[in-house]
């Protein structure tokens, strides 16, 4: 009903910079809200940004200041620019969506991950 393909995981040096897409398609009448999970080997998964349909966003307090979420509406794709990228940032990253398939449903959904490996 609802696929979320992501992209833009990738090999990155301490410091550096990436940019995460995520983009949905299928039937479905809006996006609520979007958002970025990670979990990197022996952890648990967490939030790391959030953002609903009025644009309000959360953040991990380990990546604040570092990484934007953002969401264009029209292309029905959310962004996470990740800037400073750290070891700890690494991960494989999920993006998720709750999304109003009918008028009186909404739904989550989840795409399938990319990898963000950070080192030198």
């Known amino acids: 009903q609802v696929q979320l393909v992501e992209s833009g995981g990738g090999l990155v040096q301490p410091g550096g910079s990436l940019r995460l897409s995520c983009a949905a398609s299928?039937?479905?009448?809006?996006?609520?809200?979007m958002g970025w999970y990670r979990q990197a080997p022996g952890k648990q998964r967490e939030l790391v940004a959030r953002?609903?349909?009025?644009?309000?966003?959360t953040y991990a307090d380990s990546v604040k200041g570092r990484f934007t979420i953002s969401r264009d509406n029209a292309k029905n794709t959310v962004y996470l620019q990740m800037n400073n990228l750290k070891p700890e940032d690494m991960a494989v990253f999920h993006c998720?969506?709750?999304?109003?398939?009918?008028?009186?449903?909404?739904?989550?959904?989840w795409g399938q991950g990319t990898q963000v490996t950070v080192s030198s």
């Open positions: 299928g039937s479905f009448v809006s996006i609520n809200t």
């Open positions: 998720h969506a709750n999304v109003k398939v009918r008028f009186t449903v909404s739904r989550d959904y």
């Open positions: 953002i609903n349909s009025g644009d309000s966003t």
